[in-house]
């Protein structure tokens, strides 16, 4: 488990994580959301102490990362796929490692033969493209047979049958009963994947949730509705919550009711309706709504930060 | 279907997986198994120096250049020019050259590569990112600085030490029948051969502490080399006093009171 408390990173007067709290539980994906320049790789730098926190604090499994007598065996992290010295092979990599936390070798091979390195275990790190790169970086996150795995952009770089594997197998490691955390800027991918979703922008917290109910919440993207007697539906349908555009004559926008209410409410007065569609919007472009705002902040002039969700 | 099923180390107070996967019989492991200790952060440290080609290319070069040298300016040894005072190496020209300076007389050389040895072991993993993998692994850093110049230092030492001796072995011939010929047994001989080893062991260690603070491979080497090699003729252009009180510091200075006989 990592719980996250008010966790804050400043650069000089630029902060990079802004009281950031979060809770990654075991036993399901965590995704890790925000456009590039969120905060995700400091975040996680801080989790495993490679950053120190400006304010606030991390735990990994109620303790501080370097509390630990084997970090390894806590939370096996991929931050940046070439961690890794060029001139050195695959295993020996995976040996140096190992050797700290006195790992059997044999351990070595099996997570070697997991990521599919078995044929250029030999080889030098240097050699290797970026997918047997990240194919190694996870080998060493699971060098430790960990309680927590944590992934930095774990799928860039990776073929189809290769994000396939990582998809199986962090599903695999949750259903284990371990916590599993991974980054992504990418919310399609991570619905696939995820099913609890922290999303930053600017280093704060925008959402946390589910993929389900983000997905749910996701669907309100409006209905759709065309009538010959547009302002008189319009009145009909006018609420509190209720807000309706007109994009054309005969078309209405409508958001704050679903269709099968717009129906009913039609029928009910006699209006008759030529159109009734309820408007999904996708995944990523929820996720593009709802870090526009952050986005948009960075071109804007320094202001006092609003509260973006 | 890749496979994903990983074997699980039972750790107390810690609840089992929920996979269908059979799981070892709880307690069958005593305790957590895995465990950072010093020894194992050393013995880290020595599989990745020895699991880099470059650590024995420039460990190589360092022992080759400190027996060619020392073999070379034996061999070469001119009584005579000593009287005409004659430019040449440091070692070969000086009127109070003995078999053991001649034989050190690569100990510069080697001093740059034993340095850049200890500058790529630290800045090295700085450099190449290997540096996040290695303090995810051991978050106390001391440690991992400990083991890196616990590695570097004694293996320096001992392969520069025979490195010496070598020398000093090969050119024996070359001043057979000169006033100035020693041989191993004679006294302090052995005492300033291992000094040279010591002094180039303590010389990988200095790269290392360069290559931990600037953090990069190039700007620790020239570091290196302008502390080794530049800033002791600089400062002679000091003042007379301030030199008489700078100069005893200069490593290589230290080199001469260590590894130079008589010096």
Same mark, same amino acid.
């Given at each position: 488990?990592?719980? &996250?408390?008010? =966790?804050?990173?400043?650069?000089?007067?630029?902060?990079?994580?802004?009281?950031?709290?979060?809770?990654?539980?075991?036993?399901?994906?965590?995704?890790?959301?925000?456009?590039?320049?969120?905060?995700?790789?400091?975040? +996680?730098?801080?989790?495993?102490?490679? /950053?120190?926190?400006?304010?606030?604090?991390?735990?990994?499994?109620?303790?501080?990362?370097?509390?630990?007598?084997?970090?390894?065996?806590?939370?096996?992290?991929?931050?940046?796929?070439?961690?890794?010295?060029?001139?050195? !092979?695959?295993?020996?990599?995976? +040996?140096?490692?190992?050797?700290?936390?006195?790992?059997?070798?044999?351990?070595?091979?099996?997570?070697?033969?997991?990521?599919?390195?078995? !044929?250029?275990?030999?080889?030098?790190?240097? &050699?290797?493209? =970026?997918?047997?790169?990240?194919?190694?970086?996870?080998?060493?996150?699971?060098?430790? /047979?960990? %309680?927590?795995? +944590?992934?930095?952009?774990?799928?860039?770089?990776?073929?189809?049958?290769?994000?396939?594997?990582?998809?199986?197998?962090?599903?695999?490691?949750?259903?284990?009963?371990?916590? @599993?955390?991974?980054?992504?800027?990418?919310?399609?991918?991570?619905?696939?994947?995820?099913?609890?979703?922290?999303?930053?922008?600017?280093?704060?917290?925008? %959402?946390?949730?589910?993929? /389900?109910?983000?997905?749910?919440?996701?669907?309100?993207?409006? @209905?759709?509705?065309?009538?010959?007697?547009?302002?008189?539906?319009?009145? =009909?349908?006018?609420?509190?919550?209720?807000?309706?555009?007109?994009?054309? %004559?005969?078309?209405? =926008? @409508?958001?704050?009711? /679903?269709?099968?209410?717009?129906?009913?409410?039609?029928?009910?007065?006699?209006? %008759?309706?030529?159109?009734?569609?309820?408007?999904?919007?996708?995944?990523?472009? &929820?996720?593009?709504?709802?870090?526009?705002?952050?986005?948009?902040?960075?071109?804007?002039?320094?202001?006092?930060?609003?509260?973006?969700? | *279907?890749?496979?994903?099923?990983?074997?699980?180390?039972?750790?107390?107070?810690?609840?089992?997986?929920?996979?269908?996967?059979?799981? $070892?019989?709880?307690?069958?492991?005593?305790?957590?198994?895995?465990?950072?200790?010093?020894?194992?952060?050393?013995?880290?440290? #020595?599989?990745?120096? #020895?699991?880099?080609?470059?650590? #024995?290319?420039?460990?190589?070069?360092?022992?080759?250049?400190?027996?060619?040298?020392?073999?070379?300016?034996?061999?070469?040894?001119?009584?005579?020019?000593?009287?005409?005072?004659? $430019?040449?190496?440091?070692?070969?020209?000086?009127?109070?050259?003995?078999?053991?300076?001649?034989?050190?007389?690569?100990?510069?050389?080697?001093?740059?590569?034993?340095?850049?040895?200890?500058?790529?072991?630290?800045?090295?993993?700085?450099?190449?990112?290997?540096?996040?993998?290695?303090?995810?692994?051991?978050?106390?850093?001391?440690?991992?600085? #400990?083991?890196?110049?616990?590695?570097?230092? $004694?293996?320096?030492?001992?392969?520069?030490?025979?490195?010496?001796?070598?020398?000093? *072995?090969?050119?024996?011939?070359?001043?057979?029948?000169?006033?100035?010929?020693?041989?191993?047994?004679?006294?302090?001989?052995?005492?300033?051969?291992?000094?040279?080893?010591?002094?180039?062991?303590?010389?990988?260690?200095?790269?290392?502490?360069?290559?931990?603070?600037?953090?990069?491979?190039?700007?620790?080497?020239?570091?290196?080399?302008?502390?080794?090699?530049?800033? $002791?003729?600089?400062?002679?252009?000091?003042?007379?006093?301030?030199?008489?009180?700078?100069?005893?510091?200069?490593?290589?200075?230290?080199?001469?009171?260590?590894?130079?006989?008589?010096?």
């Amino acid at each position: 488990m990592i719980e &996250a408390r008010e =966790l804050t990173k400043r650069y000089g007067d630029k902060t990079v994580v802004d009281h950031l709290s979060f809770t990654v539980k075991p036993g399901e994906v965590t995704g890790f959301l925000g456009p590039n320049g969120a905060g995700k790789s400091t975040t +996680m730098r801080m989790i495993v102490g490679l /950053d120190s926190p400006t304010e606030g604090s991390v735990t990994v499994n109620g303790r501080s990362y370097a509390g630990h007598t084997a970090p390894l065996h806590e939370i096996g992290t991929l931050l940046e796929a070439k961690s890794v010295h060029p001139g050195r !092979s695959a295993f020996n990599h995976l +040996m140096a490692l190992a050797h700290t936390h006195g790992i059997p070798r044999n351990r070595v091979a099996e997570v070697i033969e997991l990521a599919g390195l078995s !044929s250029v275990a030999g080889k030098r790190a240097g &050699a290797f493209s =970026l997918g047997m790169g990240q194919r190694l970086g996870i080998a060493a996150a699971l060098l430790g /047979d960990p %309680a927590i795995v +944590m992934l930095d952009e774990p799928v860039n770089g990776l073929d189809p049958e290769g994000v396939l594997w990582v998809r199986n197998l962090l599903r695999g490691l949750a259903d284990e009963g371990r916590a @599993v955390m991974l980054s992504s800027h990418l919310m399609s991918e991570t619905a696939l994947i995820a099913e609890h979703l922290v999303i930053i922008g600017r280093g704060r917290l925008l %959402a946390d949730t589910t993929v /389900d109910e983000f997905t749910r919440e996701a669907g309100g993207g409006g @209905v759709k509705v065309a009538t010959a007697e547009a302002a008189r539906l319009r009145s =009909l349908l006018a609420g509190p919550d209720v807000t309706i555009t007109s994009s054309a %004559a005969e078309e209405l =926008l @409508v958001s704050g009711r /679903d269709a099968r209410e717009i129906g009913a409410i039609a029928a009910r007065h006699g209006v %008759a309706l030529y159109e009734l569609t309820p408007q999904s919007v996708s995944l990523e472009a &929820a996720f593009m709504e709802l870090t526009r705002d952050v986005v948009e902040y960075q071109s804007a002039p320094a202001g006092t930060g609003r509260k973006a969700a | *279907m890749p496979n994903t099923a990983l074997r699980r180390i039972q750790r107390p107070g810690r609840r089992s997986g929920l996979s269908a996967a059979p799981d $070892p019989t709880p307690s069958a492991v005593p305790g957590t198994a895995y465990k950072v200790t010093g020894i194992r952060v050393l013995r880290s440290e #020595w599989a990745k120096f #020895w699991s880099l080609r470059s650590s #024995w290319i420039t460990l190589g070069v360092a022992v080759f250049l400190l027996v060619l040298f020392g073999t070379i300016a034996s061999y070469t040894f001119d009584p005579d020019a000593t009287a005409t005072g004659g $430019p040449g190496g440091p070692g070969s020209g000086g009127g109070d050259s003995t078999a053991v300076s001649l034989a050190l007389t690569g100990v510069t050389f080697a001093s740059l590569a034993v340095g850049v040895l200890g500058v790529l072991l630290s800045a090295g993993e700085y450099s190449t990112g290997m540096i996040r993998s290695t303090l995810a692994a051991v978050p106390r850093r001391l440690p991992v600085l #400990w083991s890196k110049a616990a590695v570097i230092g $004694p293996i320096a030492l001992v392969l520069t030490t025979v490195g010496a001796s070598a020398a000093f *072995m090969l050119g024996a011939p070359g001043l057979d029948g000169e006033r100035i010929a020693l041989s191993l047994g004679d006294d302090g001989v052995l005492r300033s051969l291992a000094g040279a080893g010591v002094y180039l062991g303590l010389v990988a260690v200095f790269g290392v502490a360069l290559g931990v603070l600037i953090r990069s491979s190039a700007g620790a080497i020239a570091a290196l080399v302008g502390i080794l090699l530049v800033l $002791p003729g600089l400062a002679s252009l000091l003042p007379d006093s301030l030199y008489d009180s700078i100069n005893p510091y200069f490593r290589t200075v230290m080199s001469s009171s260590v590894g130079g006989r008589g010096v």
